[in-house]
Nanobody
Framework: VQLVESGGGLVQPGGSLRLSCAAS????????MSWFRQAPGKERELVAT????????YYVDSVKGRFTISRDNTKNTVYLQMNSLKSEDTAVYYC???????????WGQGTQVTVSS
């Protein structure tokens, strides 16, 4: 399994970024995918999840209405569109796959998102 994130950077409050995660080494179209984030001094938290077909989604309350998770199963890629960014969104964002019995979590290397004026 390989997960490679991209798209992070420095953005002003109120701005937008689109993160991408290119996946390989497993059957992407049959797997739910998630984005997590970890801010300095805080635990890693689940931000959003999308089902294998892309129809079902979940968002943590703090990003509802601002972030959108989506996927392109023809490109084995999951996205996180982040709008109206706030300073509290500053974190390293990680792509995540969980599968198997027992459940095993796979992580990308992370991409830094910094929201600052």
């Amino acid at each position: 399994v390989q997960l490679v994130e991209s798209g992070g950077g420095l953005v002003q409050p109120g701005g937008s970024l689109r993160l991408s995660c290119a996946a390989s080494g497993f059957t992407f179209s049959r797997s739910a995918m998630s984005w997590f984030r970890q801010a300095p001094g805080k635990e890693r938290e689940l931000v959003a999840t999308v089902t294998s077909g892309g129809v079902g989604t979940y968002y943590v309350d703090s990003v509802k209405g601002r972030f959108t998770i989506s996927r392109d199963n023809t490109k084995n890629t999951v996205y996180l569109q982040m709008n109206s960014l706030k300073s509290e969104d500053t974190a390293v964002y990680y792509c995540n796959l969980q599968r198997g019995q027992p459940l095993v979590a796979y992580w990308g290397q992370g991409t830094q998102v910094t929201v600052s004026s």
